[in-house]
């Protein structure tokens, strides 16, 4: 199949300067996976059998005539319709829900493809409908040694954003708590301290980590995956979806919640009996969850359809 893929050359997230690889880690494995790749960064038409808008904050504003099966990438479904600039890139106008669904459905798209089940439920479906293509944020499997739990701090590390969004969006409630609890290891974002580790010295900072906190209040975020892909053991907060990843708390992961979170000073009195679970996640990330695994999921989806 040709997969022609529309997305700004410009665009953040794509860039090396953010401080994610996941965005791009996906977009290269979709380039590397089918069998033709046409490169489209204006307006223009194409003949390829599957179109992919990789947009994730609805920013690119051109148009494809095409009659090819056509995929949108949606990132953040509570996103609201938004000017502004990122630290290191450039000025944005980023599409609300109504919006960008809009702007989907003018495109004539198939699929929205979304990293949240619930959030495109709330937000994006009542315009959209019933075109959800479901995967996690993913980064690639990582290439770097995965070090056993003996050989590794016996640190519980918390990072990530701790900021409450402008517009009544507050997902960071419980990890806010966490984070100032005993036994966890702060980071700070990258956003709040520049010498924070990011894309590939992050995820090999979590190879030197026992464990990790995977912690939001709404959406199943990359750490979720990043953390078991690494070899911790992933302290997750339970959402819907950690169900649709396969998690099983004491199997392949340990949920917390306020009431258990001594667990954490627990686990770090002897990280080794946890090898199990560690072993566990990884083997599940590694089968299922990973930028690889993404770009062949959506080539078999588009397969069956063309």
């Known amino acids: ?106 495109r004539g798209v198939d699929f929205a493809i979304c990293p949240s089940k619930t959030g495109y439920d709330k937000y994006l479906k009542p315009y959209l409908g019933d075109r959800l293509f479901w995967f996690p944020v993913v980064p690639r499997k990582p290439k770097m040694s ?20 402008n517009n009544g969006f507050r997902p960071y409630d419980f990890r806010r708590w966490a984070y100032s609890q005993p036994g966890v290891s702060v980071l700070p974002h990258y956003a709040q301290n520049p ?47 950690c169900e649709m990843l396969g998690f099983e708390d004491g199997t392949n992961c340990i949920c917390v919640t306020k009431d258990n979170f001594e667990i954490v000073e627990e686990f770090k009195k002897d990280p080794e009996s946890y090898q199990d679970i560690a072993d566990a996640g990884r083997e599940l990330m590694e089968n299922n969850w990973t930028a690889e695994k993404f770009a062949e999921s959506v080539y078999r989806h588009a397969e069956a359809r063309v």
């Open 146 to 165: 995965i070090p056993f739990l003996k050989d590794r701090k016996p640190w519980v590390i918390g990072s990530g954003h701790l900021a409450q969004g």
């Open 1 to 106: 199949m040709k997969m022609a893929i529309a997305y700004n050359k410009d665009d953040y997230k794509l860039s090396d300067k953010s401080y994610s690889k996941n965005y791009r880690d996906m977009f290269d494995c979709l380039i590397e996976r089918f069998d033709e790749v046409e490169h489209i960064t204006e307006s223009c038409s194409t003949k390829a059998d599957v179109l992919i808008y990789f947009d994730p904050h609805s920013s690119h504003h051109i148009t494809v005539d095409s009659d090819a099966l056509k995929y949108e990438y949606f990132n953040d479904p509570h996103q609201k319709d938004v000017f502004g600039k990122y630290t290191e890139g450039p000025f944005v106008h980023k599409l609300g829900a109504e919006q960008r669904s809009k702007r989907a459905l003018d």
């Open 195 to 241: 010498a924070t580790p990011v894309r590939e010295q992050y995820m090999k900072l979590l190879t030197y980590m026992a464990g990790a906190l995977a912690l939001c209040d709404t959406y199943v975020v990359a750490k979720y995956v990043e953390n078991s892909l690494c070899g911790c053991v992933n302290f997750i907060q339970w959402l819907p979806e």
